[in-house]
């Protein structure tokens, strides 16, 4: 099995790529860390995983201030400090990236197993509240991909002004078009919807769901570039982005 294997939803394969158990998959306690969360995998690389749909070991919580901080809600059974499709390779990139502030991720405290998504919902804004308490002037971008990106959206749906006028940014990935995304948290969505992601309207479907970290995209770099936009008091507006290729 490929030490660059990546994980993604249960249903992304069953319904997307119409895939069963393979024999050989990997159990979860035998997966290797990606070593490089910057890099990029090959197109095909995320194989079947066995024991999808159970809940994966979280926490702690960072510590301390930073002026920027990335809240980062996983997909299904999605391994990785933050998520190796999107939250790990996206932290990675606005560290890099974000000049002038500091910066730190958070990966939102919950299993990410089948209906498991009310302890993220709730996760959110208690992380939130706490850090607006003890790091006054604190700005926060919003992450999901999947199931994750349902935990984003629900928290935001019941989000009070003093929680979401400090948000700059909200991404979303494989979760749908951001359509239906509360006011005024809306106007500062992405939504990455893959060519054959099936969790996104008019996508069709194929393996788009688990493409978001594959060479040849540059889905993390434009998502990164909306973070940072928007934390510089430059919002971009809201956008669906379709093209795995195509600038910001």
């Known amino acids: ?36 969360p910057l890099k990029l995998f090959p197109p095909g690389s995320a194989d079947f995983h ?9 926490g702690p919580a960072p510590t301390g201030c930073a002026k920027l901080e990335l809240l980062v ?14 939250g ?28 498991r998504s009310e302890l993220g919902v709730a996760d959110i ?7 607006i308490k003890a790091c006054p ?3 926060f971008a919003l992450a999901g991909y999947s199931q994750g990106g349902g ?3 629900r928290a935001i749906s019941n989000m009070t002004s003093s929680l979401s006028d400090q948000v700059v940014a909200v991404i979303l990935y494989g979760a749908g078009d951001g359509s239906s995304m509360k006011d005024p948290l809306k106007a500062k969505t992405l939504a990455n919807c893959a060519p054959g992601d099936f969790a996104c309207p008019n996508s069709g479907t194929g393996p788009g769901h688990v493409s978001y970290n594959n060479e040849g995209t540059i889905w993390h ?19 669906t982005l379709r093209s795995p290729t195509d600038l910001l």
């Open 1 to 36: 099995m490929r030490s660059t294997t990546v994980f993604a939803t249960f249903f992304a394969f069953a319904n997307a790529q119409n895939l069963g158990a393979k024999p050989n998959c990997t159990k979860f306690a035998d997966l290797k860390p990606v070593a490089d």
């Open 50 to 58: 066995c024991d999808m749909g159970v809940p994966i070991p979280y």
């Open 73 to 86: 809600a996983r997909g299904t059974s999605e391994p990785g400090p933050f998520g190796q499709v999107v």
């Open 88 to 115: 790990d390779p996206l932290v990675a990139r606005v560290k890099r990236d974000l000049i002038g502030a500091t910066f730190q991720g958070y990966a939102v405290q919950y299993p990410a197993g089948l209906n």
């Open 125 to 131: 804004p208690k992380r939130m509240e706490a850090q």
């Open 137 to 139: 002037g604190i700005k």
């Open 151 to 153: 935990v984003v959206s």
């Open 221 to 239: 770099d434009r998502s990164t570039k909306y973070i940072i936009e928007g934390f510089n008091g430059k919002g971009l507006g809201k956008k």
